[in-house]
């Protein structure tokens, strides 16, 4: 069963953001640029992978479309996926200042 969880923050930026995932956790950030999601972050992790980016993407309009349109309030989103729950992920995760879960799926 993989899980997809989505945590949330408008107190770090994404690039802050790594840095303090990174001081938490010890992941190494990859700095990625796409047309669809922008500049993120990207960190592989043996059982899965974190990535780091902006709510706010660009859109093909040419203004900018929300990743999560769910969470508008939201700047900057953390997304793991993962092949089984892991309960020490999410605990450090969960005690980033600033940091919100906002959702979790398995299937």
Known sequence: MTE????????????ELAQ????????AFVERDSDYRGVYYKADRPDGRVEIQPN???GDDGEDDL?????????????TKNSAPDP???A????????????????
């Open 56 to 58: 706010l993407i660009p």
């Open 92 to 107: 450090r995760l969960e005690s980033i200042d600033g940091l919100v879960l906002l959702d979790r799926k398995s299937w």
């Open 88 to 90: 020490v992920l999410q």
């Open 67 to 79: 990743y999560a349109s769910e969470h508008p309030t939201v700047g900057v989103l953390l997304l």
């Open 20 to 27: 303090v995932v990174t001081s938490s956790l010890g992941l």
């Open 4 to 15: 997809y969880t989505t945590y949330g923050t408008r107190t770090h930026s994404a690039s």
